[in-house]
């Protein structure tokens, strides 16, 4: 019995990106009624965890590897409430996030995933203060062996 290594294909990939707002403690329906959109998620601080509050708007890409137009459709969605953003960041002291999470494929032969960030984009963040933050995760080698037969 022979081992071979397998490599992560991509095909089970889950990439997705969100806007978050973020703080301590604060009323996420407040966020909700005043920029009118739902978020997709949120969460409440507790002991030990989660840390902090958090009322997040998610785009799933799945598999897709160009996120770039996925920051675009989140922009779409918050770039004309830029002055609302700003107020709820004042009023109820938040801050705010764009957050990338990433299935990186470790198949040589698979392409990486593109961040655009163009002037948009830039222009949208600058006008915001909204952080941007890559969460990257590759598939673990351990445990990726399997038993072929010889």
């Given at each position: 019995?022979?081992?071979?290594?397998?490599?992560?294909?991509?095909?089970?990939?889950?990439?997705?990106?969100?806007?978050?707002?973020?703080?301590?403690?604060?009323?996420?329906?407040?966020?909700?009624?005043?920029?009118?959109?739902?978020?997709?998620?949120?969460?409440?601080?507790?002991?030990?965890?989660?840390?902090?509050?958090?009322?997040?708007?998610?785009?799933?890409?799945?598999?897709?590897?160009?996120?770039?137009?996925?920051?675009?459709?989140?922009?779409?969605?918050?770039?004309p409430k830029v002055e609302i953003i700003n107020g709820l960041k004042s009023k109820y002291d938040l801050t705010?996030?764009?957050?990338?999470?990433?299935?990186?494929?470790?198949?040589?032969?698979?392409?990486?995933?593109?961040?655009?960030?163009?002037?948009?984009?830039?222009?949208?963040?600058?006008?915001?203060?909204?952080?941007?933050?890559?969460?990257?995760?590759?598939?673990?080698?351990?445990?990726?062996?399997?038993?072929?037969?010889?």
């Amino acid at each position: 019995m022979s081992y071979e290594k397998l490599t992560y294909s991509g095909t089970e990939c889950n990439n997705y990106l969100y806007l978050s707002f973020d703080a301590e403690y604060f009323d996420t329906e407040k966020i909700t009624a005043e920029l009118n959109i739902g978020p997709t998620s949120v969460m409440i601080k507790k002991e030990p965890v989660p840390k902090s509050t958090a009322w997040e708007y998610r785009i799933d890409a799945g598999n897709k590897i160009d996120l770039e137009s996925y920051l675009q459709q989140l922009i779409n969605i918050f770039e004309p409430k830029v002055e609302i953003i700003n107020g709820l960041k004042s009023k109820y002291d938040l801050t705010t996030r764009i957050q990338f999470v990433v299935d990186i494929d470790i198949n040589p032969e698979s392409s990486t995933p593109y961040f655009g960030l163009n002037k948009r984009a830039v222009d949208f963040l600058a006008k915001t203060g909204t952080e941007v933050d890559f969460d990257l995760y590759k598939a673990d080698t351990i445990g990726l062996l399997q038993k072929s037969d010889e």
